[in-house]
């Protein structure tokens, strides 16, 4: 099989002689190329020529027109080598029975590329971003972008470089010419300086003297946690009343310069000293970043004047490596001055208990004086004065209370199945009203009181002396007329007094 491959030429001679040859073409016009087959059978006999293939007789058709008598081919549209690359044209000689007098040649059209597109971007803006304080030559994102022009050739060979950059300060960024790498220029991106940058960049084939075209690069920087917070004032200081609480007492407020509403911007509040006795809670404001004072727990004037405490602040997020190592707790004063009020009387203790004597009379109760109870005045811890004393529950209205010195006694006898001694002990309350002021204080009062037995027989005694002549005494019990608590009764003696000689001793006289 013969080859023969012919350069870039307009107007071509090709025999049948050869198998097949190969034409170079830059670009086909209509009437700018001339191939033409001839055969040596046409020195002899009539011979015509007949051309078959693509852009022929097969799509995109008539595209190759051969003249039948001079075997002359043209071509009669233009041609793109991006959309046909190359065509392949069969060639027969003809006798005049249509009989193949030579075999067929075939003859292959290829079209030579010229540089008549410029590069593409895959993006019209790409979008990327990149950490502020990031290290040099750090990967920001890659371009890409294609030309249709033959592959592997210097027209789709694209090289790429920063046109402008906004702002237009110091150069930020380096683009590599041929893998479209965006990276870092330098250490020093700072988004407190600027927080967006800008690229436009240009892509040109023939290795950057050719075609170009051009895009956009967006890059963000994005913040770190490479700033402290700190007060914004160098010292505070608040006033607050003894016994009260307060969800908002004081605000702080701090300077950070990291990204609002994140993480690296958000402060964290905390004491450094003073607040042992946990009075205090600081919370943050998640809208303005405000550090909120809090009082959870009262203070007392009297215990406490003034308290001095140590705040500090830091954020949410740890703090960037490039700068944690010279992070400091800085304690910033604060200064709670607790404000004396009247804080009125207490009883204290809270309650108090009272016993009545044993022996006293179930009859013989009123007018007997309990003892005193008196409200304290917080201010002084000493009994109140200007306060007046009365009684609030008081069931059966056994006692009675002095207004002025708080004395507490019966007002009445007591009945032996009254219902409201429970455990032999009647509860009241007492009520002291501070007289300035309105304010009441109560506390309580418990009398225990011992067993009466007032509905108990009389005792009767056959003699009131005995002696060693006669060493014995009947004793008998005398029940009131229509009592009803009648007999059978026990005798008992009580404790016998020490030191007596002899032992006493009961028997029953007559099964009485």
């Excluded at 294609?146 to 683009?175: C, G, R, W, Y």
Aim: aromatic share 8%; net charge negative; hydrophobic share 40%.
């Amino acid at each position: 099989m013969v080859k023969q491959k012919i350069g870039i030429m307009s107007s071509v001679r090709v025999c049948f002689d050869y198998d097949s040859v190969t034409v170079l073409v830059v670009l086909l016009v209509h009437g700018e190329l001339r191939i033409e087959i001839t055969s040596d059978f046409q020195a002899t006999q009539k011979i015509t020529y007949r051309i078959s293939g693509i852009g022929i007789d097969q799509p995109p058709f008539g595209i190759f027109v051969v003249d039948r008598n001079t075997g002359e081919i043209n071509i009669t549209a233009i041609v793109d080598r991006e959309e046909t690359p190359s065509f392949q044209i069969t060639c027969h000689a003809l006798n005049a029975q249509g009989q193949d007098v030579e075999r067929p040649l075939i003859l292959t059209v290829k079209i030579l590329d010229i540089n008549d597109n410029a590069p593409v971007f895959s993006q019209s803006v790409f979008m990327g971003e990149i950490e502020e304080n990031s290290a040099a030559n750090s990967l920001v994102m890659i371009l890409n972008a294609t030309d249709a022009d033959e592959p592997n050739h210097l027209n789709s060979k694209i090289a790429f470089k920063i046109v402008s950059q906004e702002p237009a300060s110091t150069p930020m960024f380096l683009l590599s010419r041929h893998t479209g790498e965006v990276r870092t220029l330098t250490n020093s991106l700072d988004r407190e300086q600027v927080s967006s940058y800008r690229l436009v960049v240009s892509g040109a084939d023939k290795d950057g003297e050719g075609l170009s075209t051009q895009c956009e690069c967006s890059i963000k920087v994005k913040d770190v946690n490479d700033n402290f917070p700190r007060f914004r004032e160098s010292q505070y200081s608040a006033r607050i009343e003894e016994n009260t609480l307060s969800s908002d007492l004081l605000r702080f407020q701090v300077i950070d310069l990291d990204e609002e509403f994140t993480d690296n911007w958000l402060a964290v509040y905390f004491f450094t000293s003073g607040n042992e006795g946990g009075w205090f809670e600081i919370q943050t404001d998640p809208r303005t970043n405000e550090g909120i004072l809090k009082v959870v727990k009262a203070l007392d004037y009297e215990q406490l004047q003034n308290v001095q405490l140590g705040i500090a602040v830091r954020n949410k997020a740890v703090f960037h490596k490039s700068v944690i190592s010279q992070y400091r707790v800085q304690s910033t004063p604060l200064t709670i001055q607790v404000v004396n009020v009247r804080e009125g009387i207490t009883f204290r203790p809270a309650s108090k208990t009272f016993t009545v004597q044993k022996g006293i009379s179930i009859r013989k109760l009123v007018n007997y004086i309990l003892g005193t109870y008196q409200a304290i005045d917080e201010d002084t811890n000493k009994a109140a004065t200007s306060v007046r004393y009365a009684l609030g529950r008081n069931d059966g209205g056994l006692l009675i209370i002095d207004s002025k010195t708080a004395q507490i006694k019966f007002a009445k006898n007591i009945d032996r199945d009254a219902t409201f001694i429970v455990n032999k002990t009647i509860t009241a309350e007492v009520l002291a009203i501070d007289e300035s002021t309105g304010k009441t204080s109560t506390g309580t009062v418990y009398v225990r009181v011992p067993d009466f037995n007032e509905d108990c027989p009389n005792i009767v005694l056959e003699k009131e002396a005995i002696c060693s002549v006669s060493p014995s005494v009947v004793v008998s019990a005398r029940v009131l007329e229509r009592d009803k608590y009648s007999g059978p009764y026990t005798f008992s003696l009580e404790e016998q007094p020490l030191k007596l000689p002899v032992v006493w001793g009961i028997t029953t006289l007559n099964g009485e």
